[in-house]
């Protein structure tokens, strides 16, 4: 916008705003009270509307929010995207969508039988960690963790990811540290490219899910543009900082893709890159798949460990209220999020 008023001006809202999560112009006391009154009468700050909340017995809490109609076409007013915030004992999370709907079209996912509704836009996705926070503003812990792992595939929003993750890691702005941000993409080669020339940029996650090109294929069709041996090749290349490893996601379909053999594969797949892997075990959904089972789970991750892989099985929180990964879609009439671990 444009005032008339010096640059320092806009830092000053800009600080109000993102450092102080002051969202009401009247309460911006640096601001002179003539500039004030003249943003009151002429401008709004408007965050995306909590239209549900579905909270889970384990604290964790899902929210539909309603985009705001300004950024709407006409064909799809009244989209909505969701949110998950989870507690910890010291810190939480908050896990947020990068567009509405999603075109990748994994097979496990409930996100993609919606399709891609529209991208969203910096300020949505920005607002979405807002909401979180403010509706918990008094049970706040002193850390923050962001995940981009919601609904959408972020590297196919790049722009306004980039936009929105400018503000959320500048220390000026949200100050969320650079280690406290994830963004997790199905494999997007291009994006994983152009993300790696950024100066500052969140920790990086790929969600791997199979142990070979065939199977990958069947449940990522997305590897049939970039297979795994491009994908893999892309995070080798990947300039990791000092205190940084890759983090792969491994969605556990059980009777699918968790054999010890798929095991042994992953390990050779993922030798050489500073990583850790994250396994997931399926959520229940309304799709062809089965959980995998619990000796089944640990077998695999013995496996990896004994081949010098760094892997963890993570269970996704919220269950209950269809907030775990891969859940989110179909209560509503939109909304689910990347199959991927939140807790990175
Ligand atoms: S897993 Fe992620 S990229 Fe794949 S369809 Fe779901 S939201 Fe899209």
Redesign the pocket.
Known sequence: MSLGEPAYRGAQLYHALYAENCFDFAAMTALPAALRKELQSGWSISLPKIQRRYPSADGTMRYVLALEPGHESAENSGTTIETVFMPEANRQTVCVSTQAG?A???RF?L??TLGLIRNISPAEILGQVIVALEDHRPVLKPQTNVVLMG???PLLNYDAVIAALRILMDPQGMAISPKHVTLST?GIVPGIERLARETIRPKLAI?LNASNDGQRDKI?PINRKYPLEKLLDACRRYPLRSWEHLTFEYVLLGGFNDAPEDARRVARLVAKIRCKLNLIPWNPGNLPYHPPDAARIEEFRRLLTEKGVRAFVRYSRGQDVMAAC?QLALLESSG????AQISI
């Open positions: 999603c990748v079209d994994c996912c996100t993609a609904q959408g595939e199905s969600s990522m891969g689910a999020p990347h199959l």
